[in-house]
Structures are given as C-alpha cells and as structure tokens.
C-alpha cells in the first residue's frame, strides 16, 4: 500500500498541502474511497466527514464543489454561491480529469492540474476532522474545513447541499 504515495497523483497532494505547511499525512486504504460510503465505511468514520469533491461547469467555467458525504450537491445553486451566471452542468469524466488532473473517484480539493472557483459546503463545519480524497481512488487525508477554505480558496455557502432525503434535494438532484 505503501506504494501508493509513490502514485503521481497523491504526490501532487502532498506537494500542495506541504506548501500550504498542512500536515502532508495521507492515509492508504486497503479499501477503495472511490465513493463518499467506501471512505467512510475504510475510515470508520459519519459518512457527512468525507468531502465529495464534485466538477461542474458554471458560466462555462469549471468549478470545483465541495460537498458533505451525507448531502447532496444542488448544482442550481452554483451561480449564485460563485456569483456567475449562466448555465449549470456536471462535469464528465474526461473534463473532471482535465480540469482537476484526478480521475473520478480520486479528485482530490488540493494539487489541481489548474486553479478553479471553488465552493465548501458550510454542512462539513459539524465535523472537527474532515477527510478528503487524495489523489488516487484508495488514498485520503484528514483536515478541517478552515484548512479546505485556506488551501482552495473557496467560498463556504450554506445552500449548495441539501440533505439526501429532504424533498426538495431529491427534485433537484432528479434534474
């Protein structure tokens, strides 16, 4: 497993977060953390602490969005946390790796392939310890939500998600 942190991804992340003198500690999972359950599940920890790193294009710009792993994304509610307007759409595979320079299920929020808005679920401030992916689908590292907004730069907004189950996430989530 070790072997991982020798992936070019993962040294990426732990180049970025060594610049930002954040503890470049970047745990292996045995497991993959391909999804916000798997993390949690490999971690042992509430599955709201995994950040969903999500891509999508805003304006025609890509955009990186931070999500709690209990919550979903409410991608019309972009434009306005980024105050851009225009149009909203997921990013595909191709363009995630484009934008970010991680494959999905690995994009990490730190050591992007280039620099993006970025928007943090304000949701992930109930957990003292948040973990993010790293850069390779079996490879995630522990922060805060203050160290996520220092080293993205992000804008924390509090209507980017909305509970799994809440009706009106579920009408969003279906667009």
Do not use: Q
């Not at 730190?110 to 490879?139: I, M």
Request: hydrophobic share 50%; charged share 25%; aromatic share 6%.
């Amino acid at each position: 497993m070790s072997d991982l942190l020798e992936h070019e991804g993962v040294k990426r992340v732990r180049a970025a977060l060594a610049a930002a003198k954040h503890p470049t500690d970047v745990l292996t999972l045995k497991e993959t953390a391909a999804t916000a359950k798997d993390a949690a599940r490999a971690v042992g920890c509430d599955l709201g602490a995994i950040v969903k790193s999500l891509v999508f294009l805003v304006e025609n710009r890509y955009v990186l969005v931070l999500v709690a792993g209990d919550r979903i994304c409410l991608p019309d509610n972009l434009p306005r946390a980024l105050d851009f307007k225009g149009p909203v759409r997921k990013a595909e595979a191709g363009e995630v790796r484009f934008a970010t320079g991680f494959a999905i299920g690995g994009v990490a929020p730190v050591g992007l392939a280039r620099k993006l808005p970025c928007v943090l679920d304000r949701s992930l401030k109930r957990f003292a310890t948040v973990f993010a992916a790293a850069g390779h689908p079996n490879c995630i590292f522990p922060t805060t939500v203050d160290w996520l907004k220092e080293m993205t730069g992000a804008i924390v907004s509090y209507n980017i998600s909305a509970e799994e189950n809440a009706p009106a996430a579920s009408a969003a989530a279906r667009k």
